[in-house]
């Protein structure tokens, strides 16, 4: 039988460990883990990409970063891209999106407003759009209901709860949720926070909830930066040298910035659950709880998240709650790829996948979690990050693209004397490059032939066509 309604729930910048259903003992994240509880929790969910345009095309095309054109930040998704919301509108869906989406550069916006956008916007017939930077419709809006707090709000500083930018992107969910539903029209709606990219802005009452010297900070290992290549230290001395890195007092303070802005989020996530089970549409709904990209909070000494493809930075949480699914409660560390939600998201509403969709449906593997096969390895890349050129590096000079398996990541760097590479067997944590150690010469080999492979198999498909012999 077809499910009827489809909500996306993205948070931005969010690491597997900011979660207590990951095993975060800290942080008090109650409705997400009910929620997991009650859906298939993926342990190896990765990104594409390190930053968030790049990863938010895939998630929204199925497509890769090299296909689709977006391969940094600052890049336009071209509006010739086949899109999620496009194919649910063009299936009989009301569309929705409300919060960040981040299609189109934010460069672009003057003064802190968000350009006006005509509807239908990328396949959503709806938009209430509110991205790192505040949109009009939002401010709008605070303008009427509290005057007196509009400067606050623009600064997001001492913000009420009832005023948050959060809780108003939530606000429109459930309001477009409520009207779907009184309407009995199916919909898919797109939910999408920023900011747990530190240092966060939680509202009044949320804030210094967790104390700096309770967060859990990276273990550095001294010889880190002398096994990996140049760039990451130059990286690391950049921001040093412009202010812009961390001393150990200020990662606390903003790491647990980010936690208290995660015991928000989690509220705002419950408001959801908690409307589609009061209008009784809870088990008509597939609810996909996921993230754009992770962040390195200062692992391997580097601060924010790209130009970097370690796991902290890829690995992304992700739940499926699928009504009537035998797989619900239970959780698999087989692998995924971003890419693949997408046609997975078409094929459990039993809608046709678009031709040039890259991503593989993971339908069976969410109904048996336990005996269902994922991804034998992953595809990631990061080009020309112009993350880099705040650090005094020049974005051109490093392209870097990735395969990651069970038990092994290599990461190419294509006309450069250096790479990487990981056993993550004996060394999870990736803290020895064994690039150029000789015992590892086949395996490197091997890996360079598997990413070959992928890329071969990744370019851009041909469009389904029929023959007349």
Known sequence: MQTKNVVLFITDGHRTDMLGCYGNALLETPRIDAFARDSVLLRRAFCTHSVCMPTRASLFTGRYPHVHGVWANGLPLPK??????????????????????????????????????????????????????????????????????????????????????????????????????????????????????????????????????????????????????????????????RGRQPDEAALRRHIASSYDQMRFIDKQ???????????GIWEETIVLFTADHGLSLNDHYQWRHGPFLFDEVI???MMWHVPGGGGRGKETAEMVESVDVMPTLLDLCELPIPAGVQGHSVASLL????????????????????????????????????????????????????????????????????????????LRQDMMGLLTDRLADSQDPLPERSYDW
Request: charged share 25%; glycine share 6%.
């Open 367 to 442: 109904a048996e979690p336990e005996a269902g096969a994922g991804r034998e390895s992953v595809l990631i890349q990061e080009r020309e990050a112009p993350d880099l050129a705040a650090r005094g590096l020049q974005p051109e000079s490093i392209t870097q693209i990735g395969i990651r398996t069970s038990d092994t990541k290599l990461i190419h760097y294509p006309g450069r004397p250096f790479g990487e590479l990981y056993d993550l067997s004996n060394d999870p944590g990736e803290f020895r490059n064994l690039w150029r150690d000789p015992g590892y010469g086949t």
């Open 315 to 317: 690995n992304v949480p």
């Open 269 to 279: 996530f419950g408001r959801v659950v908690s409307t589609l089970k009061e209008l």
């Open 80 to 241: 010739t891209e086949v899109t999620l919301p496009q194919v649910f509108s063009e299936a009989g869906y009301a569309t929705a999106a409300a919060g960040k989406i981040h299609f189109e550069p934010q460069q672009a916006y003057t003064d802190g407003f968000c350009p006006a956008i005509s509807e239908p916007y990328y396949g959503f017939d709806e938009v209430h759009l509110s991205e790192n930077r505040l949109g009009h419709e939002y401010l709008d809006w605070v303008r009427e209901q509290a005057p007196e707090q509009a400067e606050l709000v623009r600064q997001r500083k001492d913000v009420p709860e009832e005023l948050h930018e959060l809780h108003w992107t939530v606000s429109q969910t459930i309001d477009f949720i409520r009207r779907s539903a009184s309407d009995s029209t199916p919909f898919f709606c797109s939910c999408s926070f920023h900011e747990l990219s530190p240092p966060s802005t939680p509202p009044l009452g949320y804030t210094d909830h967790y104390a700096p010297e309770d967060v859990p900070i990276p273990i550095l290992d001294l010889d880190d930066l002398d096994l990996r290549p140049e760039f990451y230290r130059q990286c690391y001395e950049g921001y040093l040298a």
